[in-house]
T-cell receptor, first 109, second 114 residues
Framework: TQLLEQSPQFLSIQEGENLTVYCNSS?????LQWYRQEPGEGPVLLVT?????EVKKLKRLTFQFGDARKDSSLHITAAQPGDTGLYLC?????????FGGGTRLMVKP | NAGVTQTPKFHILKIGQSMTLQCTQD?????MYWYRQDPGMGLKLIYY???????DKGEVPNGYNVSRSTTEDFPLRLELAAPSQTSVYFC?????????????FGAGSRLTVL
């Protein structure tokens, strides 16, 4: 079983602060995805990174795929209350995605 | 577009009862998946299917069964429900062969076993 570990598990910050969420594995993935999930809903895709070292930006969110395609990070600049939610990374292992345990982010106004 | 539709949204079962969670998608995706999510946790794969007539076990298949008789439908059956199966169940689908495997999720089915 390919494991993905996310850290931190919980994060509570004030509006305007920056934060980074990490997703680590000992396995190599063909791609890695980040999803955001709000209470009572299914996860929704934020971004897919495919190439080792790739950096993608989505407004205030910056995603990076490790050079060896084993890890990824999500950096949020100037967090807002609307960023509150559960952030999940998922590694593509061919026929299935393996999900990390998630990082629950709360941004206080 | 409906996307991935799951029913029921909520259900309470007694220990030992059986039930089926329904999942249908209208995107003509070839891959479908069932995940369970325990409170505050990530998703664990129960079963998946790469096409009609083909199913495979995921990480946590014990206590569940699936079938895939059509491209659109992928029901999940719980036999002899146990309290450990209390969870939120998510169905998802994807179109393999078009690059990265991106999943579209349903809204979830919250199941409580008492």
């Amino acid at each position: 079983t390919q494991l993905l570990e996310q850290s931190p598990q919980f994060l509570s910050i004030q509006e305007g602060e920056n934060l980074t969420v990490y997703c680590n594995s000992s396995s190599v993935f063909s791609s890695l995805q980040w999803y955001r999930q709000e209470p009572g809903e299914g996860p929704v895709l934020l971004v897919t990174v495919v190439t080792g070292g790739e950096v993608k930006k989505l407004k205030r969110l910056t995603f990076q795929f490790g050079d060896a395609r084993k890890d990824s990070s999500l950096h949020i600049t100037a967090a807002q209350p609307g960023d509150t939610g559960l952030y999940l990374c998922a590694g593509d292992a061919g026929n299935m995605l393996t999900f990390g345990g998630g990082t629950r982010l709360m941004v206080k106004p | 577009n409906a996307g991935v539709t799951q029913t029921p949204k909520f259900h309470i079962l007694k220990i030992g009862q059986s039930m089926t969670l329904q999942c249908t998608q209208d995107m003509n995706h070839n891959y479908m998946y069932w995940y369970r999510q325990d409170p505050g946790m990530g998703l664990k794969l129960i079963y998946y299917s790469v096409g009609a007539g083909i199913t495979d076990k995921g990480e946590v298949p014990n206590g569940y069964n699936v079938s895939r008789s059509t491209t659109e439908d992928f029901p999940l059956r719980l036999e002899l429900a146990a309290p450990s199966q209390t969870s939120v169940y998510f169905c998802a689908s994807s179109q393999q062969g078009t690059g990265a495997n991106v999943l579209t999720f349903g809204a979830g089915s919250r199941l409580t076993v008492l």
